[in-house]
């Protein structure tokens, strides 16, 4: 549910520490509720989460958003983007106080020609995606919306963020009607 990469980041943390004049990697911060890239927009700099979490979000055409997941350090923004050379695919907003490694393009580049372990750990991200993304797809098919509704209760106790009715209703991929009956229902068994 909140995924991190600890090993990514000790080795980034490394790459910045190890520059002579901190162009390549800066430190950026960012305030709860402010966005780090927005959908469909150019992608300027890839970036490593240093410390607190966003939600990576995509909105339809519908206008209704669906919260892909929640990142925290160690998760890497902007690379497909970068790889690609794409417009964002999806917008990440800042929960907490959010503090990245943003990393220039350029750079970004030469370390995916010379840099065989900044490779090793990229590839991980992909796989762990995708492992993720269907472990989540077969979890909302297989259990109800209570018991995934529980899980995401209990990252935001672990986490002790506050997470809203309609980041939560977004995140389960239900109105926030649905969401607001799974919770009575939740509360009506606990009694």
């Given at each position: 549910?909140l995924?991190t990469?600890?090993?990514?980041?000790?080795?980034?943390?490394?790459l910045?520490e190890?520059?002579?004049?901190k162009?390549?990697?800066?430190?950026?911060?960012?305030?709860a509720?402010?966005l780090?890239?927005?959908?469909n927009?150019?992608?300027?700099?890839?970036?490593?989460l240093?410390?607190g979490?966003?939600?990576?979000?995509?909105?339809?055409?519908?206008?209704?958003e669906?919260?892909l997941e929640?990142?925290g350090s160690?998760?890497?923004i902007?690379?497909l983007e970068?790889?690609?050379?794409?417009?964002?695919?999806?917008?990440i907003?800042a929960?907490?106080a959010?503090?990245?490694?943003?990393i220039?393009?350029p750079?970004?580049?030469?370390?995916?020609?010379?840099?065989?372990?900044?490779?090793?750990?990229?590839?991980?991200?992909?796989a762990?995606?995708?492992?993720?993304?269907?472990?989540?797809?077969?979890?909302?098919?297989?259990?109800?919306?209570e018991?995934?509704?529980?899980?995401?209760?209990?990252?935001?106790s672990?986490?002790?963020?506050k997470?809203?009715?309609?980041?939560?209703?977004?995140?389960?991929?239900?109105?926030v009607r649905?969401?607001?009956?799974?919770?009575k229902?939740?509360?009506?068994?606990?009694?």
């Amino acid at each position: 549910m909140l995924r991190t990469n600890q090993s990514f980041l000790a080795y980034v943390s490394d790459l910045y520490e190890k520059q002579n004049r901190k162009e390549d990697i800066i430190v950026r911060s960012f305030e709860a509720g402010e966005l780090l890239v927005s959908q469909n927009e150019e992608v300027n700099k890839v970036m490593l989460l240093r410390e607190g979490i966003v939600k990576c979000s995509l909105t339809e055409k519908n206008r209704k958003e669906y919260i892909l997941e929640f990142s925290g350090s160690g998760e890497i923004i902007g690379e497909l983007e970068s790889i690609r050379e794409v417009k964002a695919l999806c917008t990440i907003e800042a929960l907490t106080a959010v503090k990245v490694y943003s990393i220039s393009i350029p750079y970004f580049r030469k370390l995916l020609k010379e840099d065989i372990v900044f490779n090793w750990f990229l590839l991980n991200v992909f796989a762990e995606r995708i492992s993720n993304t269907s472990s989540r797809a077969s979890y909302q098919q297989l259990y109800t919306v209570e018991e995934s509704l529980n899980r995401l209760l209990e990252l935001q106790s672990e986490q002790d963020i506050k997470i809203s009715k309609e980041n939560m209703a977004a995140y389960l991929g239900v109105s926030v009607r649905s969401l607001n009956r799974s919770l009575k229902s939740m509360l009506n068994k606990d009694e």
